[in-house]
């Protein structure tokens, strides 16, 4: 089969598109064929050995030390289950499935746990527009929902609210009662007002601190801010969730609790659950959660998938489409 591999950690030019092994699946496993994916960030993190904050140490001990432990990166798929093993009872062969296999999604088929973060595909959406929300959106949930447990009627304020994350924080921060601001670039504010937002602010044409200080929680998925400038736009008990944070962050937590101060900063890692995967499944059916595509290129040219991303400036979710009935021209 078809699979996007890398060999060594570096720029765009170590994706190579090969052909390996289908992979095998044990009796409790699904071999799904993959319609569409996407390039995350994380994934562009994992190829270039890119991590933040001087997190690189931990992160090449999880990811490889001198090469890449997972040859095929990808994370969020939907396509169809081909097969299934012989204990596996929630699907069947021909079933429409979404959702997060960690790595592997930047190939023909992917091998992954009946009990994994998967869900069945809302019939609504396309394959590439159910390939785009596992990431953004159970991240999203998860910290809106559980780490920041977000009540109806609290100010939020969403960094970088036209990215992979945060378009989709915008939609759940609304749909969970949230008086929503977003940050974002002039040619994103629309789409911010159109995903929910009470108030769009343009980074490139006013200053952040002069939008007020009353807000209970600054979530920033682009790693923008530090907590010593969000603290300056939290109410007196506020939460500062950074997605990205490096080793002075985890510092200014440990300050934090030694001290009691009543604004925090959370640090967090956003896990897989399949009941995730099912809750954003029947907010997109029922119309509370809407896919953004930045772009999309077929498997082939992946490369410009990643260069894309590496950018910083996408618009939602970069999608690979794997499978011709799904496949849409190169993105200019």
Partial sequence: MRAATHDRFGGSDVVTIAEIDEPAIADNQLLVAVHASSVTTADWRLRASAFPGGMWLAGRLMTGLFRPRNRVLGMEFSGVVARTGSKVTRFATGDAVFGNAGSGAHADYLAIDEDGALAA???????????????????????LRDFARLKSGERILIIGASGGVGVHAVQIARHMGAHVTGVTSTDNVKLVADLGADRVVDYRKEDLNEIGGNFDLVFDTAGIVRFARARRLLNADGLFLPLEFGIGDVLTAIRCAITRSRQRIGLHVSGDAQSDIEAIADMAAAGALKPVIDSRYPLAEIRKAHERVETRHKRGSVIVNVRPDDEAPPAA
């Fill in 121 to 143: 595909k809302p019939p609504a959406l396309s394959h590439a527009e159910a390939a785009s929300l596992p990431f953004g959106a159970v991240t999203a949930l998860v910290f």
